[in-house]
């Protein structure tokens, strides 16, 4: 049995296109999975269409944004 590592899950509300929900409930019925397990993954598999698509990645992105917000900090200390 394999362990998997435990994440925090943020509970958040949003609107969807009725069809597409009963959809997505139709997929977590038929692969076994909990609605948020197919959710997330549909998720990431969008994320990740979109870095290829883009050539960028998120996570770059956000480390890009931190970084010049520390020296934007650091400057007005100064």
Do not use: A, C, H
């Not at 290829?52 to 917000?69: A, C, D, R, V």
């Amino acid at each position: 049995m394999s362990k998997e590592t435990k994440t925090d899950l943020q509970r958040f509300t949003t609107l969807i296109n009725p069809q597409l929900l009963s959809n997505i409930k139709l997929v977590s019925y038929f692969t076994n999975k909990k609605l948020y397990e197919v959710i997330n993954d549909s998720l990431e598999l969008y994320i990740e269409d979109f870095e290829i698509k883009s050539n960028t990645k998120i996570s770059t992105i956000i480390n890009l944004q931190n970084t010049l917000g520390n020296k934007k900090n650091e400057d007005e200390k100064k």
